[in-house]
């Protein structure tokens, strides 16, 4: 246990299904993030949320759309994915960014399948 | 561009030392940090080198060398257990940029 979860661990959704990831955690951190861990490929960073506020966009398309109502809760809104988007989701949170060695702590993942 | 390059794959037996190296092309430096990822689980962190030198944390100790770009991670005592993905990663910005990784796989 590492104080961030995510829900759902599985997910499985058509290309023009709508779905969320969500994330949680419970380390009083300012930061989280959303990587994505494709087979064979290094971990990517895709969005990051410093105190709610969005501070990284990747060049993530348009189909990913990231939501951070708190500090504690992140969102992965998924809309007309590809199938090339399967892989792990993984959010991640910080005590906060830019900091050099800050520790990330990383959530169990969300393991998409796109058909 | 930002780049981290380490081995993909090393073997050993229990009881040996391994050491994986990471060399680094990155725009801006503010450290090297190791995580380890065990098959379908979270990466989760080691260590971190911000300054020259040797870091030691029990079995595990991490080495940097900023003017070489380089920096190690040093297994000692290998156990099964420690069969896993291990990254560098430097913080760019507000981001972490990860290596590809290097699976290590433990035999007896």
């Known amino acids: 246990e590492t104080g961030v979860t995510q829900t759902p661990r599985h997910l499985v959704m058509g290309m023009t299904n709508k779905k969320s990831l969500k994330c949680e955690q419970h380390?009083?951190?300012?930061?989280m993030y959303w990587y994505k861990q494709s087979a064979k490929k290094p971990l990517e960073l895709m969005f990051v949320?410093?105190?709610?506020?969005?501070?990284e966009n990747n060049s993530v398309p348009s189909r990913f759309s990231p939501e951070c109502p708190n500090s504690s809760h992140l969102f992965l809104h998924l809309h007309t994915l590809q199938p090339e988007d399967s892989a792990l989701y993984l959010c991640?949170?910080?005590?906060?960014?830019?900091?050099?060695?800050?520790?990330?702590?990383f959530g169990p993942g969300t393991r998409l399948t796109v058909l | 561009g930002q780049s981290l390059e380490q081995p993909s794959e090393v073997t050993a037996v229990e009881g040996a030392i391994v050491q994986i190296n990471c060399t680094y092309q990155?725009?801006?430096?503010?450290?090297l940090s190791w995580y380890q990822q065990h098959d379908g689980g979270a990466p989760t962190f080691l260590s971190y080198?911000?300054?020259?030198g040797l870091e030691e944390t029990g079995r595990f100790s991490s080495f940097l060398s900023r003017s070489d770009s380089y920096g190690y991670l040093l297994l000692q005592e290998l156990q099964m257990k420690d069969s896993a993905s291990y990254f560098c990663?430097?913080?760019?910005?507000?981001?972490?940029?990860f290596g590809k990784g290097t699976t290590l796989s433990v035999s007896s």
């Open positions: 080198n911000a300054l020259d």
């Open positions: 949320y410093n105190f709610k506020e969005q501070t």
């Open positions: 990663t430097n913080q760019a910005g507000t981001a972490l940029i």
């Open positions: 990155t725009s801006g430096f503010y450290g």
């Open positions: 380390l009083g951190h300012n930061a």
């Open positions: 991640a949170s910080s005590q906060e960014t830019g900091t050099g060695g800050d520790e990330q702590f």
